[in-house]
């Protein structure tokens, strides 16, 4: 306790010392915060487009489906794995899924289509394809055989909304069937391959077509944390398994965006380690400075009888609190800027904003809060600090009597 009192006393005798050492690891500290605050904003915002316009962040599949995905392999949905998915608050809602190739005329146009079967009436809670539409509605219901189809698929086959075209496709048992669906619809994905060839209808008109019964490809689900997906998968896989069925995350569903955000993120922490090295030499720079200003002090300690053990404790206890208080200060300062950035994100405009919101993203750069930078944050900081510490504490414990006094 002593030592704690004693190390107080000397750190605000020479105050503006002590706060250029407090201001450098504060500094530090809320340049993490902000930095990785917009990281993490970033990936946030770009995995939430990537799998509302297209996934979902899990899908439960038949086993290899995802590998090798044909009409076949499908599924009644258990009823069990239902109420279940209905009974978990992590869980913001389900929708099935039918994906069948097949051929789309319109007159004299014959176009290769990828016909997605969604529930209208679902399909919001997992997906924002409902908000790309183009020209026209989206699906309403699930009975009618209407069809949505990509902006660039409707001008290709020289048709417009209102009109009907012939859906062929090869159905679950084989058959080659045909029918009639009106487009009341085209949607703008931000995909170009979906936009080409890509249509969408309702799960039971497809169900009928297709002479699927009650069976579908899939079962996306939506959920209110994107950090709870491995949390479901673990927990939905064991009665899965029993019928043949699993769990897909986002992960595995698009490979790509996973890989993308995953050299991002490398890319990151190289320029964080780089940027951190340097405000790591400024942290050095001022504990040593507070240190070597003091060796006359220190060999007037060490020559009435204190001992360089007490004498580098002290100092350590010295640093310890500066580095408390500079991470407080550092912590609220970091957080009331991302705070601001939530509440007020980075637009950005000219042709890179109309270029993201062609390809569906939100042309804004949010922060974040999440418990995850803060705790990052802290890691490097400390790391660092505790880093800068180990070379002015090493001349401290080696220092003779004499040397300090006799320092200038």
């Known amino acids: 306790m002593m030592l704690i009192r004693i190390a107080w006393r000397n750190i605000w005798r020479s105050r503006r010392r002590s706060i250029l050492v407090i201001f450098a690891i504060a500094f530090a500290v809320m340049l993490a915060l902000v930095r990785l605050g ?58 099935p899924r039918i994906q069948a190739g097949g051929l789309l005329s319109f007159h004299n146009h014959s176009l290769g289509a990828m016909i997605t079967g969604v529930g209208p009436k679902t399909e919001h809670l997992v997906t924002d394809f409902s908000q790309r539409v183009d020209h026209g509605t989206f699906l309403k219901n699930d009975t009618t055989p209407d069809i949505v189809v990509g902006y660039r698929l409707l001008k290709n086959l020289g048709a417009r909304v209102g009109d009907s075209v012939v859906v062929l496709a090869q159905g679950y048992d084989g058959v080659l069937g ?63 398994k029993r019928q043949g069925l699993v769990a897909v995350p986002w992960q595995e569903l698009l490979p790509q965006l ?32 507070s240190v070597t200003e003091r060796f006359r002090e220190f060999g007037a300690l060490l020559s009435i009888g204190m001992s360089n053990a007490m004498l580098a404790a002290t100092t350590a206890i010295e640093m310890i609190i500066m580095v408390v208080i500079g991470f407080a200060l550092g912590n609220a300062a970091g957080a009331l800027i991302n705070l601001h950035f939530i509440e007020h994100p980075i637009v950005i405009g000219g042709d890179m ?50 040397k300090g006094i006799r320092h200038t």
């Not at 080409?196 to 009928?208: C, E, H, I, T």
């Open 353 to 402: 904003g109309r270029f993201l919101h062609e390809w569906g993203f939100q042309p804004i750069v949010p922060s974040s809060l999440s418990p995850g930078i803060f705790i990052t944050a802290g890691a490097i900081v400390l790391t660092m600090s505790v880093v800068a510490a180990v070379y002015p504490l090493w001349r401290v414990a080696r220092l003779e009597p004499l």
């Open 178 to 240: 045909n029918m009639f669906a009106r487009i009341v619809g085209s949607v703008r994905t931000g995909s170009d391959a979906f936009d080409r060839a890509g249509a969408f209808m309702s799960v039971p008109v497809l169900q009928n077509f297709l002479a699927m019964g009650d069976r579908v490809n899939a079962l996306a689900l939506s959920l209110n944390n994107p950090n709870d997906v491995t949390r479901i998968v673990r927990t939905l896989d064991p009665q899965l």
């Open 38 to 95: 917009f990281d993490d904003g970033a990936f946030a915002l770009s995995l939430q487009t990537a799998v509302r316009s297209s996934t979902g962040y899990i899908q439960i599949q038949e086993q290899g489906y995802n590998d090798n995905p044909t009409l076949q392999k499908s599924f009644v949905i258990p009823p069990e794995t239902a109420d279940e998915i209905k009974s978990d608050p992590l869980i913001a809602g389900s929708s």
């Open 258 to 289: 996973n890989e993308t955000m995953a050299w991002s993120h490398a890319a990151h922490v190289l320029f964080l380690c780089i940027l951190f090295a340097v405000v790591g030499f400024g942290i050095l720079n001022s504990l040593l400075m």
